[in-house]
């Protein structure tokens, strides 16, 4: 039986840590991304209280300086929203490629179970048939010997039946004889010791 090709597992290992290691840097990169919204946001805070604060302090006295950092704040606030709309977008990107990539390594992950519980399976089976194969020449050695011991027994017993059977007839055929000649001798009424006197 041809055995399947299994996947090697140091292949395995190696792509699992690469996919590991691609969901590590995806995570990093959204922190950073994080980080990097939250300090703009801070930034365009603290912006707006100085100019906040500065305004209070000019006083009414310089309506065109205030104009002019009205100006200056809305450009800010406005380059601000662009930065935190740029910033947002980033992580949202990058919240998405890490969740892709998380997929890619569960499912990675998950045929490389489903490959190795493949071949553990093709493995198993045929073990087992390896074992029933070892099983069944076992069972047939013993039938052999079990045929040949009753063979032999039965060669045996034949021997003996028929060696039996021979001594039984010649026994017989031996009594028959002597029954007739002792009959001969009562007819003729001879006897056996006659020469000797």
Request: charged fraction near 15%.
């Given at each position: 039986m041809a055995r399947a090709a299994s996947p090697s597992t140091p292949s395995l290992l190696a792509a699992t840590a690469a996919l590991l290691a691609t969901a590590a840097l995806l995570?990093?990169?959204?922190?950073?991304?994080?980080?990097?919204?939250?300090?703009?946001?801070?930034?365009?805070?603290?912006a707006m209280a100085m100019e906040h604060a500065a305004q209070s302090a000019a006083g009414a006295a310089r309506m065109a300086a205030q104009a002019a950092e009205h100006a200056a704040q809305a450009a800010a606030a406005m380059a601000a929203a662009v930065a935190a709309r740029i910033l947002a977008a980033t992580a949202l990107?990058?919240?998405?490629?890490?969740?892709?990539?998380?997929?890619?390594?569960?499912?990675?992950?998950?045929?490389?179970?489903?490959?190795?519980?493949?071949?553990?399976?093709?493995?198993?089976?045929?073990?087992?048939?390896q074992a029933i194969a070892e099983t069944g020449q076992a069972a047939t050695m013993i039938a052999a010997r079990i045929l040949a011991t009753t063979a032999l027994f039965a060669t045996t017993a034949l021997f003996t039946?028929?060696?039996?059977?021979?001594?039984?007839?010649?026994?017989?055929?031996?009594?028959?004889?002597?029954?007739?000649?002792?009959?001969?001798?009562?007819?003729?009424?001879?006897?056996?010791?006659?020469?000797?006197?």
């Open positions: 995570a990093t990169t959204a922190l950073f991304a994080t980080a990097a919204l939250l300090a703009a946001v801070v930034a365009a805070a603290a990107f990058a919240t998405t490629a890490l969740l892709a990539a998380a997929a890619l390594l569960a499912t990675t992950a998950l045929l490389a179970a489903a490959a190795l519980f493949a071949a553990a399976t093709a493995m198993v089976t045929e073990h087992a048939a039946t028929t060696t039996l059977l021979a001594a039984t007839a010649s026994i017989g055929n031996s009594g028959r004889a002597e029954h007739q000649r002792d009959g001969k001798r009562r007819k003729g009424k001879t006897s056996v010791h006659r020469g000797d006197s």
